[in-house]
Antibody, heavy 114, light 109 residues
Framework: QVQLQETGPGLVKPSQTLSLICSVSGGSISSGSYYWSWIRQPAGKGLEWIGRIDASGSTNYNPSLRSRVTISVDTSKNQFSLDLSSVTAADTAVYYC??????WGQGTTVIVSS | QTVVTQEPSLTVSPGGTVTLTCASSTGAVTSGYFPHWFQQKPGQAPRTLIYNTNSKHSWTPARFSGSLLGGKAALTLSGVQPEDEADYYCLLYYGGAWVFGGGTKLTVL
């Protein structure tokens, strides 16, 4: 069955760009008409949808984050990625990737601090 | 800014029934919002229970059901078990963007 794994730096400095990769195993990111999403959750708070992409590269973003978010897909590596620019402490959270909406990664913690 | 509202907390006795709801600031929730429901336990990733209003995944216990109720999406747990104590989130679709509800903390007591 399809599994997802988030990877990336656990610590990012303020004003820099947060970059994460979601690796897909057990199936092809190109098979089926799925969207692949990024979601985040600050400690003790609720879930926030960041954005999504399909295998063709079509994207949708959360309007509140759109100016800072880029999601891309690399079908040759069977992965998709998140870039969030100009980060602040408010971007500290657990970041999840998901295949809408049946499969989730385990999440990765990103702390924004100098 | 679209807001999706859930009850912040609910308490239910073991074996009881409880309904969680999910309201949209834009008006009545319909099947066109493709309501989803997720369960999250401490330290774990969310797990999808219900998709597209009332469809279940293979792993969804039979005691969980989804519906539309009074202009809201609803998740009903019948015959609640102690292991159902968790946070529950709904998710609604707004034409290319998804919005999560704030979550309901369900206590089984």
């Amino acid at each position: 069955q399809v599994q997802l794994q988030e990877t990336g730096p656990g610590l990012v400095k303020p004003s820099q760009t947060l970059s994460l990769i979601c690796s897909v195993s057990g199936g092809s990111i190109s098979s089926g008409s799925y969207y692949w999403s990024w979601i985040r959750q600050p400690a003790g708070k609720g879930l926030e949808w960041i954005g999504r992409i399909d295998a063709s590269g079509s994207t949708n973003y959360n309007p509140s984050l759109r100016s800072r978010v880029t999601i891309s897909v690399d079908t040759s590596k069977n992965q998709f990625s998140l870039d969030l620019s100009s980060v602040t402490a408010a971007d500290t959270a657990v970041y999840y990737c998901a295949r809408e909406w049946g499969v989730w990664g385990q999440g990765t913690t990103v702390i924004v601090s100098s | 800014q679209t807001v999706v509202t859930q009850e912040p907390s609910l308490t239910v006795s073991p074996g009881g029934t409880v309904t969680l709801t999910c309201a949209s600031s834009t008006g009545a929730v319909t099947s066109g919002y493709f309501p989803h429901w997720f369960q999250q336990k401490p330290g774990q990733a969310p797990r999808t229970l219900i998709y597209n209003t009332n469809s279940k995944h293979s792993w969804t216990p039979a005691r969980f059901s989804g519906s539309l109720l009074g202009g809201k999406a609803a998740l009903t747990l019948s015959g609640v078990q102690p292991e159902d104590e968790a946070d529950y989130y709904c998710l609604l679709y707004y034409g290319g963007a998804w919005v999560f509800g704030g979550g309901t903390k369900l206590t089984v007591l």
